[in-house]
């Protein structure tokens, strides 16, 4: 399920999502396809590490909060941490803020859930 732009980890009832590349097209579609495949393997709670990521694309932003809504109808929820500044702008600009819960840290991640 991991491939050369993320890797994943568990801990505890959470899949930790390490994004390792820029969020561009093919990563993107990579990501989709991950959090596509933790959903189907009955994982309700995915955090997605983006402290290694400086660009997004708005597929990859698409991905995840399409993702978050399909979780929360679940009883589970995607999070999000390790944003830079001009990530946290980008996600501001096209309202994921407001769908995705932001956290600058993985523990306040995992924590929230």
């Given at each position: 399920?991991?491939n050369?732009?993320?890797t994943i ?8 999502v ?7 097209s093919?990563?993107a ?7 596509d495949?933790?959903?189907?393997g009955a994982s309700?709670q995915i955090?997605?590490n ?11 932003i698409g ?8 979780l929360?109808?679940?009883s589970g929820d995607l999070?999000?941490?390790g944003?830079?500044?001009?990530l946290?702008?980008?996600f ?5 803020s407001?769908?995705l819960e932001?956290y ?5 991640a995992?924590a929230?859930?």
């Open positions: 399920m991991a050369e732009s993320m980890r568990e801990n505890a009832d959470a899949k930790i390490d994004v390792n590349e820029d969020l561009g093919y990563a579609a990579d990501l989709r396809t991950t959090i495949e933790l959903i189907g309700r955090v997605i983006l402290s290694e990521v400086q660009h997004i694309n708005s597929t990859a991905a995840m909060v399409g993702a978050a809504k399909r929360r109808q679940n999070k999000v941490y944003l830079a500044d001009n946290k702008r980008t501001d600009l096209v309202g994921a407001s769908v932001i600058d840290s993985e523990s306040s995992l929230a859930f």
